[in-house]
């Protein structure tokens, strides 16, 4: 288990810097390979009006004039232990971890992005709970009672569900009950929760429309497995074999789909956070968009990405926890 | 789903087409504990009814070992899952009667069946990989066994199931009771699989194919096993496999099934030594022998077994039997044959005379056996 576990977690790290590598080529490798010059990259990572000197600082200051190694390596020592922008009239320092530097806003961009990983989390969190728990339970029940009507019924609507696109669903939610704003947590959870309960069902729809058609065909597959036969052999109550012996089995790869899409969400909810308009990470990346400002394009990617690595962890972790197989290999 | 109506005894015969049970020599003495009268069970499939098991009648004393013998799709597997109840599928039909302790259990409720399944009748199957659930330890699933039916405390049960553990030869069951099924050998998972069947004393043991999936060298220790269980608990045994020379020395009875129904039933010696049906000498011929030589035997049964849902007309092994013409008039391909009794207690469904089965087994068969 353990030696397993130090596996996962050097994977992990690795990933990360696989991860890295390749934001860090997004944003300054393929510019290059596209025909930018030097110049025409750091023009953009400033104002409209562009002064030659402000160019030239921000230029020294990414080190763009510098090899490719070079760039990378300070870019990953930004993040692991922050760096400084020495160049031009103001110095700045970027604290670790730096996931990048806005020379418009004269603002660092973890900060931010750190104020609105509550909102994203919140969003992801709620919604997560919900879509798991209806998803799961309707898949379940309609895979027990195949071919019934409320199995036709429920995997028509599922089959509407995840077909609907996102803002549509949102867009009537909001047109139907109106919006209210994120409040924090600890400022006052009912509120928080109230307020959420809207973009929390518009996602959950989607995915619990998902789930439930996931968990069905686990279900269905998994109750036809041998050890299920031995299970009522022993003469188990059927509820049991159901829960301990096939949903058991039959959640298993969900967790997988489980990791990706809950990390996915947390590196935004772009169409919820938009519809709804809440602060998010989501918004926040379009932010960057709409402005011009790479490094809150580059920082929400980076985030994201690492999000996405660590539920990978967890989600190796929970496998080993639940199948023995992995753990005891 | 029953289509019978609930009877105080176990009828001895019955609707047309059912045949007494056999009575053999020693049968005079104990009670039945497992009679099953007229089984059928259909599946009404999107393809059409499919005849799996189609009339199945035997009798089985505490004690005493029945083995099911037939080639592999001939309805042995749904016939064990029926009597414990097993079948789940809502397109299954299940008529007759299973009588099991005195107790009539096709009428009855599907909670009472449940109390009885690990409790009086226990069952094993082939591949004992599968039958075990990956994810608990080898001792969780043996507890649990026992938990269902009796009123312990979990240190109790650990006990118990160390002990089974211990009783089907597992070294060092304390350290193994926390192992999990893919950290066992094949023949220590189906020893695992007893240890489960047999944690509650059942009355009933039935063991589908136990060996099948297993090395040649272990199958012998297996079946030992299950045999040296069987006296010690004096239980009952359905003993299933496609093999004849498994059952042949541990069975009191055998029953030869084909295309889901019984076509040669009697004492072991007799359906071994002087068997009645030519699909049971197709057996007898395709059992390895370490005495002879290959090229010695017996062709074994030619083609492959029937559809169970356009079974072929009058007996129907007729597309497959080197006599079908040997009875007069193609009777062979329009009459099913009935089971008839040959002598005390074995029953053959065959339409040959008994002069022209002897002849053939003599002449034709026996020598090259
Ligand atoms: N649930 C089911 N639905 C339809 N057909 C089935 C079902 N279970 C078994 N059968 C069919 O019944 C026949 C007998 O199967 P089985 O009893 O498993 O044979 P075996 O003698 O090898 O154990 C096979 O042809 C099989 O396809
Ligand atoms: S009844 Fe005819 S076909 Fe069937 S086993 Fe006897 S001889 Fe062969
Ligand atoms: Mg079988």
Known sequence: MAAYIIRRVFAAVLLLLVVSAVTFAIFFLVPRLGGQTLDSMAAQYVGKSPDPDVIAAVKKNLGLDQPLYLQYWE????????????????????NAPCFGYSFKTHTEIWPQIVDRIPVTLSLAAGA????????????VL?????????????????????????????????????NGEYVPFADNPVEWAANLVLPWCTLALLYSALYARLTRAGMLETMGEDYIRTARAKGLRERKVVVKHGLRSALTPLVTIFGMDFALLLGGAVITETVFSFQGMGQFAIKGVTEADLPKVMGVTLVAAFFIVICNLLVDLVYAAIDPRVRLS | MSEVSKKDTPAADVAEGTVPA???????DGKEFLSVRNLQVHFDTDDGLVRSVDGVSFDLKAGQTLGIVGESGSGKSVTSLGIMGLHTSERARISGEIWLDGEELIGAGAERVRKLRGQKMAMIFQDPL??????????????????????????????????????????EPHRRYEDYPHQFSGGMRQRAMIAMALVNNPQLLIADEPTTALDVTVQAQILDLIRDLQKEFGSAVVMITHDLGVVAEIADNLLVMYAGRCIERGSAEKVFYEPQHPYTWGLLGSMPRIDREQTERLIPVKGSPPSLINVPSGCAFHPRCPYADVPADNITRTERPELQLVSDGHY??????????????????????
Request: glycine share 8%; net charge positive.
């Open chain 1, 75 to 94: 870019f990953v020592k930004g993040i692991v232990v922050g760096a400084d922008y020495t160049f031009g009239p103001d110095p700045v320092t970027c």
């Open chain 1, 128 to 139: 997560a709970v919900l879509w798991v728990v209806s998803g799961v339970a309707i898949g």
């Open chain 1, 142 to 178: 309609s895979a027990l009672k195949r071919g019934s009507v409320f199995d036709r019924i429920s995997m028509g609507v599922a089959l509407a569900g995840v077909s609907l696109p996102m803002f549509f669903t949102g867009l009537v939610v909001l047109a139907l009950f109106g």
């Open chain 2, 22 to 28: 056999p009575r053999d020599a020693s049968a005079a």
């Open chain 2, 130 to 171: 599968s039958a075990l659930h990956p994810y608990y330890s080898i001792g969780a699933q043996i507890v649990e066994a026992h938990r269902v039916h009796n009123k312990v405390d979990k240190k109790a049960a650990k006990k118990r199931a160390i002990e089974m553990l211990d009783r089907v030869g597992i070294p």
């Open chain 2, 348 to 369: 053959s469904a065959c339409h040959m005379s008994r002069e022209q089965r002897d002849r053939i087994w003599t002449e034709e068969i026996a020598p090259k056996l």
